[in-house]
């Protein structure tokens, strides 16, 4: 892992930027003597981690103590998306203008995406563990579909929060059995792009003792920023 470059916030927190191979990444450490629990904080298919949204969260997060990184999975931000990948969104903008069903399609485009992105943040997270200032224990807060595979695969990630909104793929929706962590399923009641029906389905699936619904009002990007808040507490819970 390189650092490529850091800035000390007002808050206190240190921003760095990484590169990891050819992945791209940004870490955010609190001032503390002692080693921090870790937060992977992972957006959602195709945007940058530099999204403004994103960059607000981490930020609050890791002034409540944790150590927070985030990447750019293949196909995001700035790293190069495969000609197969822009068929797939092509053919998704075409059906949702065409008013077509698109369960199919997104299958096919978000299915890889969980594939490539999961093995990438494994590599990341070795990387961030040998850091003096990182801890562990590991939590996991974003992209539901990812986040079920990584909460099925890796036992490192003790606890997770999961944004309902996106299309999760079968195999994911089949893994969701196998998580067993805490979780907190945050879901936005009247998300565009994500039916209702369909989330409430995945969290009854998931096979943890302790999961925790937030559902609210609103569209795709209208989760409330009290739920980082809540957030934060459900991480103090079980990582602290």
Known sequence: ????????????ILEREFTLGEIPGTLWTPESAAPAPLILMAHN??????QPRLMARARHTAASGYAVATIDAA??????RSTADERARADLR?????????????ESFIGPLVEKAAPEWQTILDALLSLPEIGGPVGYSGWAALGVRLAAIEPRIEAAGFFAGGYVPHAQREEARQV???LLFLLQWDDEG??????????????????????????????PWFEVEDGDRFFGRHLK
């Open 45 to 50: 298919n195709g945007l940058p981690k530099a």
């Open 75 to 80: 196909g995001c931000g700035d790293r190069p």
């Open 94 to 106: 075409r059906a949702m203008q065409a008013g077509e069903p698109v369960d199919e399609i997104f």
């Open 194 to 223: 994500n039916p209702r029906q369909r989330a409430l389905e995945l969290f009854d699936a998931f096979g943890s003792k302790e999961k925790t619904l937030h559902a609210n009002l609103g569209g795709h990007t209208g989760t």
């Open 180 to 182: 067993t962590i805490p």
């Open 1 to 12: 892992m390189q650092f490529t470059s850091e800035q000390r916030l007002d808050d206190g």
